[in-house]
């Protein structure tokens, strides 16, 4: 499995915008960059994942970059609720499995 | 319905005894799988069910032994567990597209 390297932690202010970066240098041309958190307590969520071209949703906007090499997972307004774990992960889509790093732990202070 | 369902929420059990996680999601999702996570650790894979049938073991060891009786149903059987057994135990289904829907969780205590 192709790995990624997060930073060990990060930190932001509530209502403020958060950039979690992740490098994936050797990815492979069919590789997803998928990326889910875990709050205390609960089992990992779903945030977003794309192959190529940024990608929105309710939750994060994920930008990755032209060589693919690396990408960003953008918190707009960063909320108390926000504070997990953040793991950037490669892999395919549909049935594939999906394999976890370290993570980077992110605070959000009030 | 975006719920995967999995009891218990918590299994204290010694090592000689045979006991059964239970997973149950109804999103129709094909796919289903077994993690194991440790306190402040990722998440690691277990087992991978694809369509009923085991796809991907990760070299897991006989006393754990994963069934998927039914497309909506996985089960874990746990039997001569040892307490370095104990951790959280994640199970998780796959929508065709990708996204991977968790459950909380069963908190396993080996004693």
């Known amino acids: 499995d192709a790995k990624t390297t997060q930073p060990n932690s990060m930190e932001s202010n509530e209502e403020e915008p958060v950039h979690l970066p992740c490098n994936h240098s050797t990815i492979s041309g069919t590789d997803y960059i998928h990326w889910y958190r875990q709050l205390p307590s609960q089992g990992p969520e779903y945030v977003i994942h794309?192959?190529?071209s940024n990608v929105n949703n309710r939750m994060a906007s994920l930008a990755i970059a032209e060589d693919r090499k690396s990408s960003t997972l953008i918190l707009h307004r960063a909320t108390l609720r926000d504070a997990a774990v953040y793991y950037c992960i490669l892999g395919g889509t549909s049935y594939g499995k999906l394999t976890f790093g370290q993570g980077t732990i992110l605070t959000v202070h009030p | 319905d975006t719920e995967v369902t999995q009891t218990p929420k918590h299994l204290v059990m010694g090592m000689t005894n045979k006991k059964s996680l239970k997973c149950e999601q109804h999103m129709g999702h094909r796919a289903m799988y077994w993690y194991k996570q440790k306190a402040k650790k990722p998440p690691e894979l277990m087992f991978v069910?694809?369509?009923?049938?085991?796809?991907i073991n990760e070299s897991v060891p006989s006393r754990f032994s994963p069934e998927c009786p039914n497309s909506s149903l996985l089960n874990l059987h746990l039997h001569a567990l040892q307490p370095e057994d104990s951790a959280l135990y994640l199970c998780?289904?796959?929508?065709?597209?990708?996204?991977?829907?968790f459950g909380p969780g069963t908190r396993l205590t080996v004693t």
């Open positions: 069910y694809s369509y009923e049938k085991l796809s």
């Open positions: 794309g192959l190529t």
């Open positions: 998780a289904s796959s929508h065709p597209l990708g996204q991977k829907y």
